[in-house]
């Protein structure tokens, strides 16, 4: 039995996960779960894994949540030191680390501290201060196996081969609902269509990442951090059918992709069980019915914010902490009606034209990055 503690589990990538471990009991036990505010199913799912410790956002959840659970005997915790002591439990062997945004950073960089095993999903951990997370998990001894579909492919088409003999990496992107819409349409596009992706089921916040290609261009940074690859090494590649997850190209050319229908619990199952492979009865690619494969590139007028993120990397220090949280900033600002889809990119931008760079050396530093960032965008609406 592998004993797990899911950070987030209560989201998209925390529902999915569970979902593999109900498939796999005689694999998998949850020893822990934290959530935000969604007690409701927090307080279901408590009931059907059985965790012996919770943590939720603050006090206000936890006194809630103790309500709900009366008669049952699991301790609740909450705040960031309720993550930190569910990703560090003694007996977890496995971290989910499945957190929306920048909240990830800290208790996803306890359990590698402590030692776990990471299942990534918060890529937001590696883009605010990838070179010192990659260092500890190198230092601890840990493994970071990607649950981002591209990774998980890109992870999976690097099995076998010399990291020498890498040309580049090609991450694919679906292009999003706004794939085809002019700029003058995007400024009119509404919350409710910013948040009907074509191919993917995920959270609100990367699923407006996913429209702005903010979530490639996060992607593009998790990527060289994930496979020590330099970024001018790592391409886009718009896919609307989102059956190629990502590919890597060689030096003779030969290009190895990993292909599959588009449902995270495939990449999530195989971090959970890496090297098996899990029967997870889920449905079989179909050819016939998708008849045709694209790839074009990306229109970086049209979606700046990829151009932002590369910018970012290349700039390197705390920029990609500022791309960041001046991102998180602008796309919620955008879900409560604030701004229009096309002021996300440009407070980021203006967010970054203020910022002067600095060396990352502890995650404090890019913690300081990410506030003063969030501080700086919000004068900018
Ligand atoms: N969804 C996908 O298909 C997908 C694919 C690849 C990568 N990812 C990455 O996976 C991460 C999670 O994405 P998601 O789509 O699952 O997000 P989501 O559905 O919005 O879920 C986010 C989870 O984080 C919890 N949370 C939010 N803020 C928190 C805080 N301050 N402290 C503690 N917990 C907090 C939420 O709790 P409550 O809901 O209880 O408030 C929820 O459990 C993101 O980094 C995303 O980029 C997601």
């Known amino acids: 039995m592998k004993k797990l503690a899911i950070l987030g589990c209560t989201g998209s990538i925390g529902v999915n996960t569970l979902d593999i471990v109900d498939r796999f ?27 012996k410790i919770v943590s939720v956002l603050n006090d206000h959840f936890a006194i809630k ?8 005997n699991v301790e609740i915790l909450h705040g960031i030191e309720g993550a930190k002591k569910i990703a560090t439990l003694p007996e977890v062997e496995m971290v989910i680390s499945a957190i929306v945004g920048a909240a990830g950073l800290v208790p996803t960089f306890s359990a590698i501290q402590a030692g776990k095993d990471i299942a990534l999903a918060n890529k937001e951990t590696l883009v605010m201060a990838g070179k010192i997370v990659m260092k500890e998990a190198k230092n601890n001894d840990v493994a970071i196996l990607p649950v981002d579909s591209e990774h ?67 992607e593009v940074i998790e990527a060289r951090w994930l496979f020590d690859v330099p970024h001018e090494k790592i391409d886009v590649h718009i896919h609307p059918q989102s059956i190629v997850h990502s ?23 195989y971090a959970l069980s890496y090297p098996d492979r899990l029967e997870t009865g889920l449905s079989s690619l179909n050819l016939n019915e998708i008849h045709k494969l694209t790839f074009e590139l990306p229109d970086e007028e049209r979606f700046p914010a990829l151009k932002l993120a590369y910018r970012a990397v ?34 980021i931008e203006q967010a970054m034209d203020c910022h002067r760079v600095k060396e990352i050396n502890t995650v404090q530093d890019s913690l300081d990055a990410d506030h003063w960032a969030r501080a700086k965008a919000n004068e900018f609406f």
């Not at 794939?179 to 009907?196: D, F, H, K």
């Not at 992709?257 to 449902?263: F, I, L, T």
Request: proline fraction near 6%; charge should be positive.
């Open 314 to 347: 290349e700039e390197g220090g705390t920029m990609p902490a500022v791309l960041n949280a001046a991102n998180e900033i602008a796309v919620e600002a955008f879900l409560r009606d604030k701004i229009s889809f096309p002021k996300i990119p440009q407070i």
């Open 152 to 218: 998980s492919a890109i992870f999976q088409s690097l099995l076998g081969h010399r990291k020498r003999d890498v040309r580049r990496i090609i991450l694919t992107a679906s292009g999003g609902p706004f794939l085809n819409c002019s700029y003058e349409e995007l400024n009119t596009v509404t919350i409710r269509e910013a948040l009907e992706h074509p191919t993917w089921q995920m959270g609100r916040k990367i699923t407006i990442d996913s429209a702005s290609l903010m979530n490639k261009g996060l």
């Open 25 to 51: 009991k005689d694999r998998y036990e949850i020893v822990a779960l934290s959530a935000g505010t969604n007690i409701n199913l927090l307080k279901e799912q408590v009931l059907k894994f059985k965790p």
């Open 247 to 269: 590919m890597v190209e060689y030096v003779d050319g030969s290009v190895i992709a990993q292909m599959g229908v588009p449902d995270m619990r495939v990449p999530i199952s």
């Open 65 to 72: 949540l103790r309500e709900g659970l009366k008669p049952h």
